[in-house]
Every structure is written in structure tokens, then in C-alpha cells.
């Protein structure tokens, strides 16, 4: 029997399980309050396992085969056998409440709010507000990007050929580099597949190939306060 058969084999024999948020060891005042999520066995009351965190727990949300941790702008997920980390999100939006990290967890897709629109993993659907940027303007801005990287190699043939001072500086390369860095962003939604993000970190970015990424798309123009799947999982509310 493998180590995570036999993992599995010996918390089998105290389900059900109940989960609930606990303070830790007290005796350290330096630790922030409800920072454990302990497992208690529902057969004989005795706590099985006892998960700690940095930050203070928000929400717990379990199915058969994951449990979620939701923390601040932060979320958690473990394997729902064996307790082993799976995987983790450190790019949510926080929102005001009454859900600090408002999340949905279905049969097997994770909904969060992101903290920002990755335009080359958006998806189909979601709003599209007064500030939402257009297919035109995307084109647009494609367009001048491809001008400016352009001009860029344009400089370096002239400065190598000596007729431009190395010195010049260069404001249009300056301009581009600093209109890269995206700001956090209201209202965005990411919907992962559970058993299709690879372990470690999942991280929606430019650079990432977006795996297990189900939906990425602006769906209001303020902060998410709540989220929620139907029973079935094909139907997603936000608010």
C-alpha cells in the first residue's frame, strides 16, 4: 500500500470529518487569531488533522476531492484525502465584505476574482464597461506596439552604425515599458479546472499558457462581494 493509499485508508476510518477555524496556539499572542483550520472527526471527536496559515482564515469550502482555503487575497487548495497541498492562488482582488476573498467552488471548477484582466486569456462573455477596452482599440494598441518595437530595433542598427549618440534617451521605450505594468483592476472573474492546474502556484499572467484556465473575463466594474455555482456547476452567479 502506497503512502497515499495508506494516508487515505487512515482518515477513512474517522469520517465523517468537520472542519473549523481555531486560534492556534494563544500562548503566541505575535500569531493572528483564526489562522488554523482543524479536522474533527465527527465518529469519535477527536481532531485528525490541523492545518496552519499566516493570515487569518475567511472561508472553507470543501467537495470530494478538494478543500479550499480561502485567506487574504490569497487562496489554498488540499487534497480532500489526504490533506496535501495541491495548489495555490496569491492574485485575488479583495473585496470590502461581507466576503473579504470571495469564492465558488463546484464539482471541479474553482471560481476567485483576479486582480486584474489579462487581455490574451480573456474569454468570451463578462461586461463591457465604459473603460473596457474595445476589440479596435486592442487592435490599435497591437498596431502601435509593433511600431514601437520597430523604431526600438530601428535605434540600436543606427546606434551600432554610429550615427546616434548611445546616450539619446529613449522616452517612446520608456513610455511602452511603463504602460506594461498593469494596475489591479475591479470585477474580474478566473474559473480554474481543479483537476487540470498542475501543482504550485496557478498563476494568470502574460507569460503563463494559461493551463487548467477555464474563463477569464471582467464581469463587473467594481469589486466581486459574493459568488456561487448552481448544484449542476453550469450556471455561475456573481454579485
Known amino acids: 500500500m502506497g503512502a497515499a493509499a495508506l494516508i487515505r485508508h487512515v482518515y477513512c476510518t474517522y469520517a465523517p470529518l468537520v472542519q473549523n477555524q481555531s486560534n492556534c496556539d494563544m500562548t503566541q499572542w505575535t500569531s493572528p487569531p483564526y489562522c488554523c483550520a482543524d479536522?474533527?472527526?465527527?465518529?469519535?471527536?477527536?481532531?485528525v488533522k490541523s492545518i496552519q496559515f499566516k493570515t487569518p482564515i475567511y472561508d472553507l469550502h470543501c467537495n470530494k476531492h478538494i478543500l479550499v482555503v480561502s485567506l487574504q487575497e490569497k487562496i489554498a487548495a488540499f487534497d480532500s484525502c489526504t490533506f496535501n497541498k495541491k495548489f495555490f492562488v496569491t492574485s485575488c482582488y479583495p473585496c470590502p465584505g461581507p466576503c473579504l476573498n470571495p469564492i465558488a467552488l463546484g464539482n471541479r471548477w474553482l471560481a476567485y476574482a483576479e486582480n486584474k484582466l489579462i487581455r490574451c486569456h480573456q474569454s468570451h462573455?463578462?461586461?463591457?464597461g465604459d473603460n473596457t477596452q474595445s476589440?479596435?482599440?486592442?487592435?490599435?494598441?497591437?498596431?502601435?506596439?509593433?511600431?514601437?518595437?520597430?523604431?526600438?530595433?530601428?535605434k540600436v542598427v543606427t546606434q551600432l552604425a554610429g550615427t546616434l549618440p548611445a546616450g539619446t534617451p529613449?522616452?517612446?521605450g520608456t513610455t511602452h515599458s511603463a504602460s506594461r505594468r498593469t494596475p489591479h483592476s475591479p470585477g474580474v472573474i478566473t474559473i480554474i479546472d481543479t483537476d487540470s492546474v498542475g501543482?504550485?502556484?496557478?498563476?494568470?499572467?502574460?507569460?503563463?499558457?494559461?493551463?487548467?484556465?477555464?474563463a477569464h473575463f471582467p464581469a463587473h466594474d467594481k469589486p466581486i462581494s459574493c459568488m456561487q455555482f448552481n448544484p449542476s456547476g453550469k450556471i455561475h452567479l456573481h454579485i
Not at 476589440?135 to 526600438?152: D, H, R
Open 39 to 47: 479536522l474533527y472527526s465527527l465518529r469519535t471527536g477527536e481532531m
Open 199 to 214: 501543482e504550485g502556484q496557478v498563476l494568470v499572467s502574460e507569460d503563463s499558457d494559461g493551463e487548467g484556465v477555464v
Open 170 to 172: 529613449d522616452e517612446e
Open 125 to 128: 462573455g463578462g461586461a463591457c
Open 135 to 154: 476589440y479596435t482599440a486592442t487592435v490599435i494598441n497591437a498596431a502601435k506596439t509593433l511600431k514601437t518595437g520597430l523604431t526600438i530595433v530601428s
